[in-house]
C-alpha cells in the first residue's frame, strides 16, 4: 500500500482518528521524500546531521552511510531539542467549505502531522487553541503521553466564536519566555495590521516565527455560477448577490488581503506559507522542516 495517498487531506478525513491521521500522514510524506529532490533531508535524519571538520570519526552512523553514500554522525539530545507552539484558529471562519474538508479539518490535520514529527525529533511541542480568547493552552513537552494528550485535543476541538487574532499573539508573546518556534495556522480573517503587529511581537522576543495561512479554493476563485446568498460566519451578517457583479472586485480584494500579510511577514522575517485546503500536507511538512532545520 502506497502510503502518500494519506497526504491528500480528503483521504486523511476518512480515517477513524487523529492519531493515526498524524502517524499516516508523516508515514506517507517519509515515503514520498525517499522519491523526491528532497532526499537527504528527511526526518530519517532528525538525530543526525552531516558529518563536518572536526567531528570524531567515531560518531558516523555506517548503516546510513550504506543508505545515502553520504556521511551523518548522530546529534546528542541538546542539539536536537526545540520547542514549539502551535497556535490553532479554532473561530467560525475556520468552518468554511465548499467541499468535504473544512479550514479547521485541514488545520488540525496539520497539526497533528506537525505534533508527530516534531515528537520523533524529540522536540518539545506545545498547542493554543484559541478563537476571541485562548480555549486551551498545553505548554510543550516532547513525551509519548504528552502526545496523546495533543491528539484527543485535536480530535474534540469545539469551534469558537469570533476572531481576535492579536489578543492572543499578545498574549502568549508574554507567556512563551523560552527562544524557540511559534507556528501560527489560522485563515487570517482579521485585521492584517493588527495581526502582523501580534507576530511582531514574537519577533522582538527572539522568536522564530511561520504562519499557515489557510484558505478554501473558493474563498480565493470566487468560481460561484448562480445568484448566491452569503452569511457571514462570525457576525451572522447576510447578502444575497449575483457573483459575476462582484467577482472582480473581491478577487482583487483577496489578491491585496493576502499580499499584505506576505509583505508584512517578509518584513519581519517570518515565514508566510498560503495554503488550500485541496493540497497535500506534504507542502506545510517540507516548509516547517526548512524552517527547523534553519532554527534548530
Not at 111 to 117: D, I, K, N, R
Not at 213 to 231: L, P, T, V
Not at 262 to 284: F, W
Request: aromatic letters at 10%; glycine letters at 4%; one cysteine or more.
Amino acid at each position: 500500500m502506497d502510503k502518500r495517498k494519506y497526504l491528500n487531506p480528503e483521504t486523511v478525513a476518512k480515517l477513524d482518528n487523529m492519531s493515526l491521521r498524524a502517524r499516516l500522514v508523516v508515514e506517507g510524506y517519509l515515503i514520498g521524500q525517499h522519491k523526491s529532490p528532497y532526499h537527504g533531508f528527511s526526518v530519517e535524519f532528525a538525530e543526525h546531521r552531516a558529518y563536518g571538520h572536526g567531528d570524531e570519526i567515531r560518531y558516523i552512523d555506517w548503516k546510513l552511510f550504506g543508505k545515502t553514500d553520504r556521511y551523518y554522525v548522530k546529534r546528542f539530545e541538546e542539539e536536537t531539542n526545540l520547542r514549539s507552539h502551535i497556535l490553532l484558529d479554532t473561530s467560525q471562519s475556520m468552518r468554511f467549505s465548499s467541499k468535504s474538508v473544512t479550514k479547521l479539518d485541514y488545520a488540525s490535520y496539520l497539526s497533528a502531522a506537525l505534533t508527530h514529527l516534531m515528537l520523533r525529533q524529540k522536540d518539545g511541542i506545545g498547542l493554543i487553541l484559541f478563537d476571541e480568547k485562548i480555549k486551551k493552552f498545553i505548554p510543550p513537552r516532547a513525551s509519548k503521553t504528552h502526545a496523546k494528550i495533543i491528539m484527543e485535543s485535536l480530535e474534540n476541538i469545539k469551534v469558537g466564536n469570533d476572531t481576535k487574532i492579536k489578543t492572543t499573539l499578545d498574549h502568549m508573546a508574554e507567556r512563551i519566555k523560552k527562544r524557540g518556534l511559534v507556528i501560527l495556522i489560522s485563515d487570517l480573517m482579521d485585521d492584517p495590521d493588527q495581526v502582523l503587529m501580534g507576530l511582531n511581537h514574537f519577533r522582538h522576543n527572539k522568536q522564530e516565527v511561520i504562519v499557515f495561512h489557510i484558505m478554501d479554493r473558493q474563498e480565493s476563485e470566487f468560481n460561484y455560477k448562480e445568484r448566491i446568498q452569503f452569511k457571514d460566519m462570525e457576525t451572522g451578517e447576510v447578502i444575497t448577490t449575483d457573483p459575476w457583479h462582484i467577482r472582480d472586485a473581491y478577487q482583487n480584494q483577496i489578491k491585496k488581503f493576502k499580499k499584505k500579510y506576505q509583505s508584512g511577514c517578509r518584513k519581519q522575517r517570518i515565514d508566510y506559507i498560503p495554503l488550500y485546503t485541496d493540497q497535500p500536507l506534504n507542502i506545510a511538512l517540507n516548509e516547517y522542516l526548512n524552517k527547523r532545520k534553519k532554527s534548530g
